[in-house]
Nanobody, 118 residues
Framework: QVQLQESGPGLVKPSQTLSLTCTVS??????????WTWIRQPPGKGLEWIGY???????YHSPSLKSRTSISRDTSKNQFSLQLSSVTPEDTAVYYC??????????WGQGTQVTVSS
């Protein structure tokens, strides 16, 4: 059973960088052909795709967030991470990490609330 767990600060000040890590257990992030995704849901809004890193280390970003987003991985720890720079209150959301398999996101973390506020 694959499990994902997000971790990181729940409160970030405006203009700072939001940093989250997803720890994966029960499966390797280098296993073909999965990809590992960051998704968020602002309050009262739908899900928004942020970006993903594939099993081979290729990275893709949402065009709307690309200039502020960095996605990386640590294969020795079976983790992947998100950094979102220059945050504003509009970046307040529940952030999820998921495993992608084709068109499916078959495993999800429980989500972590991140609030941007001074």
């Amino acid at each position: 059973q694959v499990q994902l767990q997000e971790s990181g600060p729940g409160l970030v000040k405006p203009s700072q960088t939001l940093s989250l890590t997803c720890t994966v257990s029960g499966g390797s992030i280098t296993t073909s052909f999965y990809y590992w995704t960051w998704i968020r849901q602002p309050p009262g809004k739908g899900l928004e795709w942020i970006g993903y890193i594939t099993y081979s280390g290729s990275i893709y970003h949402s065009p709307s967030l690309k200039s502020r987003t960095s996605i990386s991985r640590d294969t020795s720890k079976n983790q992947f991470s998100l950094q979102l720079s220059s945050v504003t209150p509009e970046d307040t959301a529940v952030y999820y990490c998921t495993r992608g398999d084709g068109w499916l996101h078959d495993y999800w973390g429980q989500g972590t609330q991140v609030t941007v506020s001074s």
